[in-house]
């Protein structure tokens, strides 16, 4: 085994979708083999993702990680073992007022509510929500928002989904309606609303702190606009080919596309031992 000697970085962050994961939804075999090389070595690869820790842990099967999972986008910090480390979220009656307005406002709007490894939907028939179901191959919880949670639950976030422009008239109306809200699109159909304290530089940063390690001795990849937050706490930012042109412009540097193993390609030029 090559040794690796005092390397310049120390972790990577990664996003999963639209990053590790190709269009086909799978780790592709070359980056998969750099992953378990520098896990080997000491360097940490650590999901930040919008996922659930569920959903995450599918990914992982096939790669062995032995780090913390960022999950909803820094809302909730499992650390090596998959405990939980941090969680930051709505509590139970704000999300439901959150929902309950965007449900009597926007009723053509499909939205479910994300706490801990659940999802949770009182609306089973709806086709966004079948369509999610199909994706992420886990099924919703089926019952009120209201019923599901226990006192003090955190909800890591809401998702909506829905016809592009109905989801900019949302977004714009959420944005005066509650100004103190984290809202951002990940996807063409998909609007997202988390709590303000929750974030991917905070994640980030205690997560360093898990390694005595500081955010500038580490690496992103990234693909989305709410991967920029991520970019400008890392040391190396790395956008991906299939990622946005802003995207591009605001990382250090830009790989391949997630159909042709981009993490692994720039990884081989940063650590000698991948080859």
Known sequence: MAALTAPIYKAIFSEVDGALLSSSHKVGSLTREAIIQLQLHGVPFIFVSGRSPRTLESVDASIG?????????????LD??????KSFGFLPKRAISIKNYIKRCFPDISCFACSYDAWITDDPNDEWIRQEADIIQVPPIIKPLSYYLQKGQHVHK????????????LEDDLRVCFPELLIFKTKKHYLEIMSPEASASNAIRLVCGLYGIDPSETIAFGYNSRD????????????????????????DRV?????????????????????
Request: proline fraction near 3%.
């Open 255 to 275: 790989t391949l596309d997630n159909d042709h193993d981009g993490i692994y390609h720039s990884l081989k030029k940063i650590f000698p031992i991948i080859h």
């Open 228 to 251: 920029m937050e991520m970019f400008r706490t890392v040391g190396l930012s790395i956008a991906m080919g299939n990622a946005s042109e802003l995207i591009k412009s605001a990382a």
């Open 158 to 169: 809401l998702l909506c989904m829905g016809e592009l422009s109905l989801l900019d008239v």
């Open 65 to 77: 990680l032995t780090a913390p999972y960022i999950c909803y986008n820094g809302a909730l910090i």
């Open 80 to 85: 090596q073992n998959k405990r939980v480390l």
